[in-house]
């Protein structure tokens, strides 16, 4: 949060929860895509994008490194995600029971 603002914890809930509710109110790809690159900057978009992937991989049982080198994120963001996607508060899950589609290997990505 920025530390000039001067919300209350139930404001900042009340706007969170107007965000999430418009994202929810989207009812295709191209809605999303729409709003998220009205909402977000370039990079900001990118980095959505790339912690997304990171998490598909991350379901491959693929090392870090080997993450980083496909996708040129952070070993440090890919550790972020890991964690969340394991103690978090169950979105990634949610959202990967619910877009599940058969897993993609990479090129060089050995199949078990």
Known sequence: MKPNRQD????????????????NSLRSVEECRNFFRD???????????????????????LPYRKIHDLTGVSVTTIGRVARFLHDGFGGYETALARTRRPRRRHAGTPSH
């Open 39 to 61: 909402l977000c900057t370039p990079a900001e978009l990118q980095a959505l994008v790339d912690r997304w992937q990171v998490v598909e991989l991350l379901q491959q049982d």
């Open 8 to 23: 209350s914890h139930d404001e900042r809930q009340r706007c969170e929860d107007e965000l999430f509710e418009a994202v």
